[in-house]
């Protein structure tokens, strides 16, 4: 069996310079139980703990931040692609793309709370602390479901584009921004209203999407055509379009230097910008 790990950094000051080390490696597999091909990560900043999902196993595992030693494994359906953690309640959501549910987990006690029924093949998670929802892309039915995180009821669901497969939220518009890479556009949901009150083309293959709160601006990386697109976060309208170079994937905003950074993949992934984590994979 191929062991998956967990990568654990470290970081500390020495002088002016900031320097960061490999402090562990964690093996997720155990004798009992484990999770293969981990795909994504949440942290619980109110108990210190980290939690994994992945492809396969079935399971979420959680970690003491501190330690690095395993807390429990929780159940959850098959094929964990994304994670978030819900601060008001102290839940973690775990989407289920193989079974097509979401699973909400108590961070104080780790027990799975419930499970919900989403669309088909949910992917993507995002959460809105203005209204206490939470957002679940689901990439087979091209639309957005909507749960309310006090009662982990579904309210809606919000028919998108092709394929959905990035958020982000937009604290000073209390909307939600949700990228669909099979039709190139970025489209706005309403907090309030559930809606859809916009739909933005981006460029060709987006990959990447994040907020910048303090110019509200929100940023689209896309892959073919190497560039990064801009957007006016009360308007949703497009501000500018910038060339990236190479073959943008991710994207993050920095608040403390008021800068953008984008990643780059090497020449033979670029002829294929599909996601290694897509179901099937």
Known sequence: MKLSTVLLAAGCLLSAASAQWLEATIYLPDSLCGVTN????????????????????ERVIAFNAATGEKVTAIPVGKGTRALCWNRTNNRIYAANTDTSTVTVIDGATNH????????????VLCWNPTRNKVYVGNRNSDDVT?????????????????????MTYNTVN????????????VYAIDGTSNLVTARIPVGQSPTGICYN?????????????????VING?????????????????????PTNNKIYTTQQQQQQRDNPRRRDQPGD
């Open 112 to 123: 799975v709370v419930t499970t919900v029924f989403a669309g088909d093949g949910p992917q």
């Open 234 to 254: 009360a308007t949703s309208e497009v501000v500018t379009t910038v060339t990236v170079g190479g073959r943008p994937y991710a994207v993050c905003y920095n």
């Open 213 to 229: 709160e303090s110019g509200n601006r929100v940023y689209v990386t896309s892959y073919m055509n190497s560039q990064l697109t």
């Open 174 to 185: 209390d909307r939600v921004y949700c990228m669909t890479g099979g039709d190139d556009s």
């Open 146 to 166: 909507i749960i309310n995180g006090a009662t982990n009821e579904v309210v809606a669901t919000v028919p998108v584009g092709d394929r959905p497969e990035r």
């Open 38 to 57: 981990p795909s994504c990560l949440a942290y619980d900043s109110l108990t210190g703990t980290v939690y994994v999902g992945g492809n396969y196993g």
